[in-house]
């Protein structure tokens, strides 16, 4: 890859991957020549349904077709692993304006650490905005259809994490 090459981070739990994410990876993906959907390993203060290895691999199977994505796990400051994947940009996805208070903040400590490293901010398609990974689980967990918010793939592996067989 050249050195002139346009590197992007998009860092989240991931948990599960939902339409919203693969909307955002999607359009990143015609704006950079590489994207790093990056999948934090582990987040204390938020429990998570899907081992760091399998939201990798959901989100993989999401993006298959997308030549210049790859899904990987990290840990630690989401700024240095930018800089070791020598992206100059981290992707966020904002779904409202309490997401951009959220994301203003870490903007900034991420400017502080690490001035080279710039964010850019994806709306969330109309048709998403509604979706986050919590308010799936809970659907999920209470055996609520998952048509239309996740990939296949991820209501068949979230069925199987909740003992249910199909959709409702």
Same mark, same amino acid.
């Given at each position: 890859?050249?050195?002139?090459?346009?590197?992007?981070?998009?860092?989240?739990?991931?948990?599960?991957?939902?339409?919203?994410?693969? !909307?955002?990876? $999607?359009?990143? *993906?015609?704006?950079?020549? %590489? +994207?790093?959907? @990056?999948?934090?390993?582990?987040?204390?203060?938020?429990?998570?349904?899907?081992?760091?290895?399998?939201?990798?691999?959901?989100?993989?199977?999401?993006?298959?077709?997308? !030549?210049?994505? $790859?899904?990987? *796990?990290?840990?630690?400051? %989401? +700024?240095?692993? @930018?800089?070791?994947?020598?992206?100059?940009?981290?992707?966020?996805?904002?779904?409202?304006?309490?997401?951009?208070?959220?994301?203003?903040?870490?903007?900034?400590?991420?400017?502080?650490?690490?001035?080279?490293?710039?964010?850019?901010?994806?709306?969330?398609?109309?048709?998403?905005?509604?979706?986050?990974?919590?308010?799936?689980?809970?659907?999920?967990?209470?055996?609520?259809?998952?048509?239309?918010?996740?990939?296949?793939?991820?209501?068949?592996?979230?069925?199987?994490?909740?003992?249910?067989?199909?959709?409702?």
């Amino acid at each position: 890859m050249p050195a002139s090459a346009r590197i992007a981070l998009y860092p989240g739990t991931f948990d599960p991957v939902h339409y919203g994410h693969v !909307d955002v990876a $999607r359009r990143a *993906a015609q704006m950079f020549d %590489t +994207v790093v959907v @990056a999948v934090v390993r582990d987040r204390p203060a938020k429990p998570l349904l899907f081992s760091t290895a399998e939201r990798v691999e959901l989100f993989r199977q999401a993006v298959r077709d997308l !030549d210049n994505v $790859r899904v990987e *796990a990290y840990e630690g400051l %989401t +700024v240095a692993y @930018a800089r070791t994947q020598g992206a100059a940009f981290i992707v966020r996805g904002l779904r409202g304006t309490s997401d951009f208070e959220y994301e203003y903040q870490m903007t900034t400590m991420n400017r502080h650490l690490a001035p080279e490293v710039d964010t850019v901010f994806l709306m969330t398609a109309l048709k998403h905005l509604y979706l986050s990974s919590s308010l799936i689980k809970e659907v999920a967990s209470q055996g609520g259809s998952l048509a239309g918010l996740v990939p296949d793939h991820v209501a068949t592996a979230m069925r199987a994490k909740f003992n249910q067989t199909a959709d409702l």
